[in-house]
């Protein structure tokens, strides 16, 4: 019997799928997909963006403990539309909470975050003893 190449990505792609229709958020793909991020380790720090389109500042809570950064907040819907039916909604609203576990030890008390045209950065630096040593070789 042949196998298929990929059958990890399936069953990937069926684990997705599944934590969308357990995820209770009453919209398509849960609440594990918005906001949308993307996590970077660098030398130093480790940078989190997160989409967060129309949102404010005041309207974003973002915490950190125990190797967990956290974001949540609450994406009002456009109030301009308040009056039409929907004919098609991609972009989500209500409330929202999404938490990341972070892959180093990190200084909790130089971690800083931006927000700039809809999009959110956090910049976690890691401690000491999380970046990369440089090993020197001795000749003999």
Known sequence: MLWNEDLWGEMERLRREMNGLFAGSGRAGG??????????????????TAEL???????????????VLTIAGENAPLSAVKNMAVIRQERAHGK???ALRIPAKVDQNRISASFTNGVL???LPKTEEAKPKTIAIEAK
Do not use: C, H, Q, W
Not at 53 to 67: L, N
């Open 31 to 48: 609440a594990a997909t918005y906001p949308l991020v993307n996590v970077y380790d660098g030398r130093e720090n480790i940078v989190v």
């Open 121 to 123: 950065s956090v910049t």
């Open 96 to 98: 929202f909470e999404k």
């Open 53 to 67: 389109p129309g949102m404010i500042k005041e309207k974003v809570a973002i915490t950190y403990a125990d190797g």
